[in-house]
């Protein structure tokens, strides 16, 4: 499923213009980010969490020329599945 999939199903269930559908989907999408923008942490319950992982330095090398090059620091945003979404997706069996 993609962002236009999930914006048509929205639009379909609750039955919604396809353009208000967008604009909710939007709105949600840009919430998020601007919370982990500002560093917080966003928990969205029997779902999941996203958060911001901060990732240190190192020395790395670059693969068509083999030269040494330093990789900066950085901060990745990472989510955490949550423990109904789990059991919800979990298949019998494995």
Not at 61 to 75: A, D, F, H, L, Y
């Amino acid at each position: 499923m993609n962002k236009s999939d999930l914006i048509r199903m929205l639009a379909e269930k609750e039955g919604l213009t396809l353009k208000t559908a967008e604009s909710a989907v939007n709105a949600i999408f840009n919430s998020i980010e601007q919370a982990l923008a500002q560093g917080d942490r966003v928990e969205i319950r029997g779902f999941g969490s996203f958060k911001l992982k901060d990732y240190e330095g190192y020395k790395g090398r670059n693969p068509k020329t083999g030269e040494s090059i330093k990789v900066q620091p950085k901060k990745l945003p990472v989510f955490k599945v949550g423990k109904e979404l789990k059991e919800r997706t979990d298949i019998e069996g494995d």
